[in-house]
T-cell receptor, first 112, second 110 residues
Framework: DAGVTQSPTHLIKTRGQQVTLRCSPK?????VSWYQQALGQGPQFIFQ???????QRGNFPDRFSGHQFPNYSSELNVNALLLGDSALYLC???????????FGSGTQLSVL | TQLLEQSPQFLSIQEGENLTVYCNSS?????LQWYRQEPGEGPVLLVT?????EVKKLKRLTFQFGDARKDSSLHITAAQPGDTGLYLC??????????FGQGTRLTINP
């Protein structure tokens, strides 16, 4: 049984570009949450998707957007990248919430 | 947004020693979770505590939830090099999100 898979694992972009990160939840899970983890910090909640709708959003600008597909997979899009967007982006899946969260290994985004 | 503060931020001890990591907040959480994260990986859930005063044991790890459900501690007995990692506490805020502390980076030296 595959766990949460994220792609790509690493990404390098330049300021002003746009990026799309992808997440496939663990089998049987219907809820996907995205977190941003800056170097030396704990993860910060970006938003959560359930039934293809954004259920709640953290304190992130509109440049951060997402989507959930009928198969429960999800995408995180970030527009107009800033240097400060450099971080590890984590996807977590669960069946409902706040049940046990399973995290993927993350996508390390570097903005130059 | 509720805040969680962890202490210490960094801890380096010798194999075989005991240690305690603290997670404190001024707010009440409905539940609190502890995760361990290794380099290049996502956090892995260790335990969830729900009831004030609750104590859970996981081999050499003991987790306690404060009576007022505002704080928690993680105690490791006879630490081993394999315990090295970033330990994160996280509180459930509302029905949708977890609020994480900044983490305690633990290093166990052989």
């Amino acid at each position: 049984d595959a766990g949460v898979t994220q792609s790509p694992t690493h990404l390098i972009k330049t300021r002003g570009q746009q990026v799309t990160l992808r997440c496939s939840p663990k089998s049987g899970h219907d809820t996907v949450s995205w977190y941003q983890q800056a170097l030396g910090q704990g993860p910060q909640f970006i938003f959560q998707y359930y039934e293809e709708e954004e259920r709640q959003r953290g304190n992130f600008p509109d440049r951060f957007s997402g989507h959930q597909f009928p198969n429960y997979s999800s995408e995180l899009n970030v527009n107009a990248l800033l240097l400060g967007d450099s971080a590890l982006y984590l996807c977590a899946s669960s069946f409902g919430f706040p049940e046990k969260l399973f995290f993927g290994s993350g996508t390390q985004l570097s903005v130059l | 947004t509720q805040l969680l503060e962890q202490s210490p931020q960094f801890l380096s001890i010798q194999e075989g020693e005991n240690l305690t990591v603290y997670c404190n907040s001024s707010s009440v959480f409905s539940s609190l979770q502890w995760y361990r994260q290794e380099p290049g990986e996502g956090p892995v859930l260790l335990v969830t505590v729900v009831t004030g005063g609750e104590v859970k044991k996981l081999k050499r790890l003991t987790f306690q939830f404060g009576d007022a459900r505002k704080d928690s501690s993680l105690h490791i007995t006879a630490a081993q090099p394999g315990d090295t990692g970033l330990y994160l506490c996280a509180g459930a805020e509302g029905a949708q999100k977890l609020v994480f502390g900044q983490g305690t980076r633990l290093t166990i030296n052989p």
